[in-house]
């Protein structure tokens, strides 16, 4: 049986199954998909997220038998509140009851839900070369570019300084437009139309986040050239056991930014707090590979990018009088004639 779960009965329970079952001393769980601790940076914590509304509705559901958990996932909803992020899909260690079967079950029983709260679009991160990506392929999703995860690990000197950046900018509102901008232009068409992001505003909204009280740690730079922004750079403070995360974007046409602007954000990080930094790359974008690898950077994982189209269906016949077959008599035509109209279906 598979059935929502409230965030009043959920008290950590996924976050805590997350860090058990993705270390090399337990097994509890099969994790397909998952959310990397740098991928949680700008939230607060579980508990706040399950009592304040701070953040887009989160929607989970967990499979069972006899009172036995079986697997659980995990949606998040995107700003536009159109498209969910499949955040966390896993299946129990069980003798029973196969893996795979619980995957598609609850595989299928999210696009059934998505399809009944009007999302158009579910996103999902799968780690390439598995074989749950089969599970996905069955289901409808389409792979439209990877995202490769790449690493630094901190030595006892800072990175050298690059040079003076004169175009780099605080982020501020009036600079959306630009990013969506640059967005579109760093961005493979195939890629724009699975994402579909057409509103700058919402595009700001989930790449650059909320800047609210709560989030201290981030900071967002831009590179303004005067006719276009040339560059956008994320930094992320971790904080507890969460290592510090870049993000980057970088006009083709002016490439030679990427590097400094890199240089920069690490040594912000590294000045602040020595640990590890990450930063999540897709596979486009290739004046940032580039510009990680000069800078110390190795690449550890990769993931495919998944969406699917949802198509919502009309379910009930009163939503939709004209498709019912019916016979109306005595209306009134143009004349003073009595008309007779039938609506077939």
């Known amino acids: 049986m598979i059935r929502p779960v409230l965030f009043v009965d959920l008290p950590g329970i996924i976050y805590a199954m997350d860090r058990h079952a993705r270390s090399p001393k337990h097994g509890i769980a099969n994790f397909v998909c998952w959310l990397e601790p740098v991928e949680r940076d700008s939230l607060p914590s579980p508990i706040l997220r399950n009592l304040l509304p701070l953040t887009p509705a989160s ?10 958990l079986l697997g659980f996932a995990q949606m998040n909803e995107r700003p536009a509140r159109k498209a969910w992020d499949l955040s966390y899909l896993a299946s129990m260690r069980n003798r029973n009851v ?17 399809g009944a709260h009007g999302i158009l679009r579910i996103f999902a991160k799968v780690e390439d070369e598995v074989p749950e990506v089969d599970m996905f392929v069955r289901s409808g999703f389409q792979r439209y570019a990877r995202e490769l995860t790449y690493v630094y690990e901190p030595g006892t000197t800072l990175p050298k300084q690059g040079e003076q950046l004169s175009s780099l900018r605080k982020w501020h509102r009036h600079y959306a437009w630009g990013l969506h901008q640059l967005y579109r232009a760093t961005t493979p068409q195939r890629v724009r139309m699975a994402e579909l992001l057409e509103n700058s505003e919402e595009y700001a909204k ?20 005067g006719v276009r922004l040339g560059a956008w750079l994320r930094i992320c403070r971790g904080h507890n056991t969460i290592p510090h995360r870049l993000s980057l974007i970088v006009h083709p046409e002016h490439a030679d ?28 974008d290739s004046c940032v590979i580039t510009a990680l690898s000069n800078s110390g950077f190795e690449q550890s994982t990769t993931r495919l990018l998944l969406v699917r189209h949802v198509a919502s269906l009309a379910t009930r016949q009163s939503t939709v009088p004209l498709l019912e077959q019916r016979a109306v008599y005595g209306l009134k035509g143009l004349g003073t004639v009595n008309s007779r109209q039938k609506l077939m279906r």
């Open 257 to 284: 930014l990427a590097e400094p602007l890199l240089r920069f954000g690490m040594r912000r990080l590294l000045e602040a707090d020595v640990r590890r930094i990450y930063c999540l790359v897709r596979e486009y």
């Open 206 to 225: 989930l790449h650059v986040g909320p800047q609210r009280w709560f989030s201290p740690w981030n900071e967002n730079y831009v590179c303004d050239v």
């Open 98 to 114: 196969s893996s795979e079967e619980v995957l598609s079950a609850l595989l299928d029983y999210t696009l059934e839900m998505a």
């Open 59 to 68: 929607r989970t559901w967990i499979c069972e038998d006899h009172w036995q």
